[in-house]
């Protein structure tokens, strides 16, 4: 069965450090996106890309936030200066109808020091 | 901004019982989700539901959606071990960006 996967599973980084999440959604799937779930709280929307743009950010998607789908497979969300408040399980997803079936990736565990 | 309750946070039960999981909101939602996520990992799709008043079944697994779209709820028959997990409720919009609104999650413990 298709599945979204992610890399890497881990990625520890000092503040102030720019990291790139990555990830592979699901071949025909036309819409994707990345959500956070900091320890302990809920899963949290940052951004959905829907035909090369982005469609919806939220207000954790500021300026040092970006998402790029560099070819026909990856998709990558970047953060430029990371702070310790970015430390969270970062999920990819994707969909081939809109927010009716999301796919989640297995996630990146972000660790900033 | 669209909030969803869940409730209760944690639930611990013989084998065997059955259970109820609450979704609620004061928010009309287009459609609603449910989720199950094991310890490191993401959320795994278990139903989508779409309609005012709609009920799934999904084994021993019964979903219903409210009639005002606002609310939505989860019920186990006879659970089992295996249903021991973290169950999210999510909540779509009707925005363009497709943005799921996610609950806080209820914790199941089923004890053999």
């Known amino acids: 069965e298709p599945e979204v996967t992610q890399t890497p599973s881990h990625q520890v980084t000092q503040m102030g450090q720019e990291v790139i999440l990555r990830c592979v959604p699901i071949?025909?799937?036309?819409?994707f996106y990345w959500y956070r779930q900091i320890l302990g709280q809920k899963v949290e929307f940052l951004v959905s890309?829907?035909?090369?743009?982005?469609?919806?950010k939220s207000e954790i998607f500021d300026d040092q936030f970006s998402v790029e789908r560099p070819d026909g497979s990856n998709f990558t969300l970047k953060i430029r200066s990371t702070k310790l408040e970015d430390s969270a399980m970062y999920f990819c997803?994707?969909?081939?109808?809109?927010?009716?079936?999301?796919?989640f990736g297995p996630g990146t565990r972000l660790t900033v020091t | 901004t669209q909030l969803l309750e869940q409730s209760p946070q944690f639930l611990s039960i013989q084998e065997g019982e059955n259970l109820t999981v609450y979704c609620n909101s004061s928010s009309v939602f287009s459609s609603l989700q449910w989720y199950r996520q094991e310890p490191g990992e993401g959320p795994v799709l278990l139903v989508t539901?779409?309609?005012?008043?709609e009920v799934k079944k999904l084994k021993r697994l019964t979903f219903q959606f409210g009639d005002a779209r606002k609310d939505s709820s989860l019920h186990i028959t006879a659970a089992q071990p295996g249903d021991t997990g973290l169950y999210l409720c999510a909540g779509a919009g009707n925005n363009a960006g497709n943005m799921l609104t996610f609950g806080g999650g209820t914790r199941l413990m089923v004890k053999p």
């Open positions: 071949s025909n799937h036309l819409y």
């Open positions: 890309f829907y035909n090369n743009e982005i469609s919806e």
């Open positions: 539901v779409v309609t005012g008043g």
């Open positions: 997803a994707s969909s081939i109808a809109g927010a009716l079936t999301l796919y």
